[in-house]
């Protein structure tokens, strides 16, 4: 929704069954990566002072907080450091390069158009 405005013609869309593809991700699924999209919200501090970056909603409850400050907006390929909050009201993870899911763990991870 973040990322691509509602066509009348699929507004119905989200009735249909889920894709089963592994960069399909459902919420209660965890996985290494995830692709999610910057929000605008202020730059956050990461724990022990390592520098700020910016928070991106990758289908979860929470969001996640990487490690560079980006534009909101953006689509990332966001690598999740644990599912664990200790506390913390955002999950850590870091942007990393798209291809990663599948130079890492040899993942399909969808498609690339020119």
Same mark, same amino acid.
């Given at each position: 929704? $973040? +990322?691509?405005? %509602? *066509?009348?013609?699929?507004?119905? $869309?989200?009735? +249909?069954?889920?894709?089963?593809? =592994? *960069?399909?991700?459902? @919420?209660?699924?965890?996985? @290494? ?8 919200? =202020? /730059? ?5 002072? @390592?520098?700020?970056? #910016?928070?991106?909603?990758?289908? +979860?409850? *929470? ?8 534009? /909101? ?8 450091? #644990? ?5 913390? /009201?955002?999950? +850590?993870? $870091? @942007?990393? $390069? /798209? ?7 040899? %993942? ?7």
């Amino acid at each position: 929704r $973040a +990322l691509f405005p %509602q *066509h009348s013609d699929l507004k119905f $869309a989200g009735l +249909l069954n889920p894709l089963d593809a =592994p *960069h399909h991700m459902r @919420a209660q699924e965890r996985g @290494a990566f995830r692709e999610g999209v910057v929000v605008d919200k =202020p /730059p956050g501090t990461r724990p022990g002072g @390592a520098g700020t970056g #910016s928070f991106v909603d990758v289908g +979860l409850k *929470h969001n996640v907080l990487i490690d560079r400050v980006l534009k /909101p907006g953006l689509r990332v390929t966001t690598k999740l450091e #644990s599912y664990d909050r200790n506390q913390r /009201p955002y999950l +850590l993870g $870091a @942007a990393c $390069a /798209p291809s990663a899911p599948r130079e890492e763990l040899g %993942q399909y991870w969808g498609y690339t158009t020119r």
